[in-house]
């Protein structure tokens, strides 16, 4: 049936990509052993059923951390990065701070590779002292004008609320989102997972530059950035926190190519889903955020017992926690936000008061919502770089 369903579900996906993808997407699916598992490659019946029997797998730590250093090749051969590239030197641009009420704004870029320049806003606490929190922020696939990105108000408001809590912030623009976008980059491409997970992985190592504290370094996004934040959770032991918002699923495997595009999930006899790419940061403290409205509306019933299993084998089944949001859309909204401050303050040891009334109301005055360009490092002032690539296919990877 599996198989049956791939077939449907691939001939589909070739007919609405572009040639680029499709024709990616055919020389994966006719590699022997290799498969992409896209979107709703499963039922949520079959979802269910694949959790059930892997619980069966695994029933001591040892067992489970087998099967999680599985995943963990799988997502780095899957996404070509089974050894990683030459780090270079990070090259980092900061530009001229922008003060508001309790919080500070600095755009940013570095080299993630070679002329690979990542774009991104830096946001900390006016008053900071000695090492923050980290909070790497990844986005999800938000593009309507005047809600792309990092740069939507929720994600801004966020941001700035955290950084008043005390934190370090980073918000950075996917792989042709943005400014990247406006750069030339495209983010519909055939390895735009294997980019955007290195451009995660060299944020973490940017944040650490910056002098955020190495024991308290968390992730968390929404929809796509969701993802971003399991999978980089799932292979990078430097993230002690996540908080992955509307996304972890049984049965939905992501849609995009940055998400699903590469063979992160199956490859052989090897088969694993979102549940368990995301269970890799057992026991590090996680919290799911889901809603009644989409492919996170079983979380309760099927995905988040299936986490507290894997967590209870290391005795710690309190470390993941679930706020189910059931009358929430698609998104990381006021209510989602509410339900990370919290979270977040006590695994990072941030001033939950700076964001939460002690009635639960929000304290997110006069945070300011910035114009979209407002929020680009390059401008008349810092154009460019002369040896900056414009274009995924120019990537050199060393």
């Known amino acids: 049936m599996y198989k049956h ?41 079959e979802g269910r059923s694949f959790l059930e029997a892997q619980r ?36 980092a641009y900061l530009g001229p701070k922008r003060v508001y009420d309790g919080y ?40 309507k004008p005047g809600e792309v990105g990092r740069y939507r108000p929720d994600a801004q408001i966020r941001h700035a609320a955290f950084a ?15 400014q990247m976008g406006e750069l030339g980059w495209k983010h519909n ?13 060299r944020c973490v190592d940017f944040i650490l530059e910056m002098g955020a504290d190495p024991g308290k370094i968390a992730c968390t996004g929404a929809s796509g950035g969701g993802t971003q934040t399991f999978l980089l ?20 495997f992501g849609g995009c190519s940055c998400e699903s595009g590469m063979p992160i999930h199956k490859a052989g006899d090897f088969q ?16 799911l955020i889901s809603d009644g409205d989409d492919w996170t509306k079983n979380n309760p019933e099927v995905e988040m017992p299936h986490l507290k299993y894997i967590y209870g084998l290391f005795g710690k089944s309190d470390l993941v926690q679930n706020v189910h949001l059931p009358n929430d859309k698609h998104g990381y909204d006021l209510n ?10 006590k695994y990072l040891g941030l001033d939950l008061s700076k964001a939460l009334k002690e009635d639960g109301t929000v304290r997110e005055e006069k945070i300011v919502i910035e114009a979209q360009e407002a929020l680009y490092p390059f401008d008349a002032h810092h154009p460019f770089p002369a040896n900056g690539i414009r274009s995924n296919d120019d990537v050199k990877w060393n």
């Open 233 to 252: 959770t799932a292979i990078d032991p430097r993230i002690k926190v996540s908080v992955p918002v509307v996304m972890v699923s049984a049965h939905f």
């Open 5 to 45: 369903l791939s077939f449907l579900f691939s001939t589909l996906l070739v007919s609405l990509l572009s040639p680029v993808d499709a024709q990616n997407l055919k020389k994966v699916e006719g590699t022997p052993g290799v498969q992409l598992c896209q979107g709703n490659f499963w039922t949520e019946a």
């Open 336 to 345: 989602k936000r509410i339900a990370a401050y919290p979270f977040l303050a």
């Open 104 to 143: 500070q704004v600095q755009n940013v870029a570095f080299e993630s590779l070679p002329g690979v320049f990542v774009t991104g806003s830096l946001y900390t606490p006016t008053n900071a002292k000695g090492k923050l929190p980290g909070i790497i922020s990844p986005h999800g696939h938000w593009s």
């Open 272 to 287: 694993t889903n979102n549940v368990e790419i995301a269970a890799c940061a057992a026991p590090r403290p996680m919290l």
């Open 164 to 178: 008043r809590m005390g934190a370090m912030v980073f918000g950075y623009d996917m792989v042709g989102y943005g």
């Open 56 to 91: 069966k797998t695994y029933t001591n730590p040892k067992e489970w951390e087998l099967r999680a250093q599985r995943i963990r090749d799988q997502i780095r051969r899957g996404s070509g990065l089974e050894k990683f590239p030459e780090k270079c030197p990070l090259n």
């Open 189 to 201: 491409h055939p390895e735009a997972l294997k980019l955007q997970l290195w451009n995660s992985i």
